[in-house]
Nanobody, 118 residues
Framework: DVQLQASGGGLVQAGGSLRLSCAAS????????IGWFRQAPGKEREGVSC????????YYVDSVKGRFTISRDNAKNMVYLQMNSLKPEDTAVYYC???????????WGQGTQVTVSS
């Protein structure tokens, strides 16, 4: 069975840090771009960051640049999102996603709640 297990969320004060983890199993992890998305109450899900399959290329939405760092360990089928200098507006449910272009394939994990208090 395909699984993407996100963990590491919690309650933190503004300025604090959290490290999210995404454990993948049941599919060819190395073939997939892995991304983190988030959805705040009443808002649409937005892409936060993603990392390429092998060369380490990364993308960050402007609002998290300089504060968040994505990384992956293909040997362990893990992806991480280090979140520093957290702001209340980072509060959301964070989801990890695995996407492949050819042949197309798209998997979602369950979310992990991140709450940043002011």
């Amino acid at each position: 069975d395909v699984q993407l297990q996100a963990s590491g969320g919690g309650l933190v004060q503004a300025g604090g840090s959290l490290r999210l983890s995404c454990a993948a199993s049941g599919f060819g992890f190395d073939d997939y771009v892995i991304g983190w998305f988030r959805q705040a109450p009443g808002k649409e899900r937005e892409g936060v960051s993603c990392i390429s399959r092998s060369d380490g290329s990364t993308y960050y939405v402007d609002s998290v640049k300089g504060r968040f760092t994505i990384s992956r360990d293909n040997a362990k089928n893990m992806v991480y999102l280090q979140m520093n200098s957290l702001k209340p507006e980072d509060t959301a449910v964070y989801y990890c996603n695995a996407k492949r272009g050819r042949p197309p394939s798209d998997y979602w994990g369950q979310g992990t709640q991140v709450t940043v208090s002011s």
